[in-house]
């Protein structure tokens, strides 16, 4: 499995970005994650049957799959200075539900964009 990720950039606070990850093979759960400077790997969301969220971007994130073109989408809306990071989409087959979120749980990763929000 080889994942691409894109659609990173920057915006300014309260705008949207989409980012996009395409997989190279087929993975029963994706994920996004993400890194800010000096800071630790956090989970955002994930897919796997279900859709789960980290708290600090419910309601603002919105994780969608498309299994046609085996790609995972992150739709980010009203975004925060917080947010910026570098995100990873991540896949995996032998995750279970109550490892999700844990990023030891995907076995492959992607190469990381960028997103910045300005205030």
């Known amino acids: 499995v080889q994942l691409q990720a894109s659609g990173g950039g920057e915006v300014q606070a309260g705008g949207s970005l989409r980012l996009s990850c395409a997989n190279s093979?087929?993975?029963?759960?994706m994920g996004w994650f993400r890194q800010a400077p000096g800071k630790e790997r956090e989970f955002v969301a994930a897919?796997?049957?279900?859709?789960y969220y980290a708290d600090s971007v419910k309601g603002r994130f919105t994780i969608s799959r498309d299994n046609a073109k085996n790609i995972l989408y992150l739709q980010m809306n009203s975004l925060k200075p917080e947010d910026t990071a570098v995100y990873y989409c991540?896949?995996?087959?032998?995750?279970?539900?109550?490892?999700?979120?844990?990023?030891?749980?995907?076995?492959?990763w992607g190469q990381g964009t960028q997103v910045t929000v300005s205030s």
């Open positions: 991540a896949a995996g087959n032998s995750m279970i539900v109550s490892t999700i979120t844990q990023w030891t749980a995907y076995d492959s």
């Open positions: 897919h796997r049957w279900n859709e």
């Open positions: 093979g087929r993975s029963i759960g």
